[in-house]
Structures are given as C-alpha cells and as structure tokens.
C-alpha cells in the first residue's frame, strides 16, 4: 500500500492543523493505522494509532485531549485533528499502516510495514 501525508505547515502556537493520509494499493480497511512523528534531533515516535474499523484509537499522553485521529475508509483515508498546537508538536509527522491486527492497532512503530515520507508540522511560539 502506498501512502501520501499532506496538510502539514507552518502554526502559531493555540492553532489548529488537520493532517491528512492518504492511501492506495490495497484494500485501506485491511490496515490498522497510526501517526508516528520525529521532532528535530530526536527519535521517531509514536503519536496515535486507530483500528481498521475506527472504533478503537490510542494516544501518547502528550497529545491527549489535543489530538483526535479518525479515517474514513470509504475515502481510503486516514485523519489527524491537531488542536491548541505546541512548539513541542513541531516536527515531520509520517503515517503508516500495519496488516497484522484484525481488531486492534500497535504503538510500536516496527510492527508498521508501510510508510508515508512524512509531511512537516513546525508551531512557533
């Protein structure tokens, strides 16, 4: 499955982005998805992840309650809501799909097998 990432740009801090992923190749329902992101300087990490179906998501605690991420799969097409935006948010987000959980998601970006190259996310304070 190929995918592409867009709605990445430059925020003031309190703002809000929408960043967008889109996916083709394959059958998109068939993939659990998550948002990995790698600020400057610092490893890749892990930011949310959803289920095929959208009913179950999960969130690093940073972005909890700032952060919504959903899909529409009719659409082949995965979301992530950034709200009230932090200079610690800045860095290139990358989306990524994983085939191996039929009901579920993973917050360990090495069980991911297909990538986005990432679109870049800088808030300034």
């Known amino acids: 499955v190929q995918l592409v990432e867009s709605g990445g740009g430059l925020a003031q801090a309190g703002a809000s982005l929408r960043l967008s992923c889109t996916a083709s190749?394959?059958?998109?329902?068939?993939?659990?998805m998550g948002w990995f992101r790698q600020a400057p300087g610092k490893e890749r990490e892990f930011a949310a992840a959803?289920?095929?179906?959208?009913?179950?998501?999960s969130y690093t605690d940073s972005v909890k309650g700032r952060f919504t991420i959903s899909r529409d799969n009719g659409k082949n097409t995965m979301y992530l809501q950034m709200n009230n935006l932090t200079p610690e948010d800045t860095a290139v987000y990358y989306c990524?799909?994983?085939?191996?959980?039929?009901?579920?998601?993973?917050?360990?970006?090495?069980?991911?097998?297909?990538w986005g190259q990432g679109t870049q996310v800088i808030v300034s304070s």
């Open positions: 990524a799909a994983d085939w191996r959980f039929s009901d579920g998601y993973s917050t360990n970006q090495d069980t991911y097998n297909y």
């Open positions: 190749g394959r059958t998109f329902s068939n993939y659990a």
């Open positions: 959803i289920s095929r179906s959208g009913a179950k998501t």
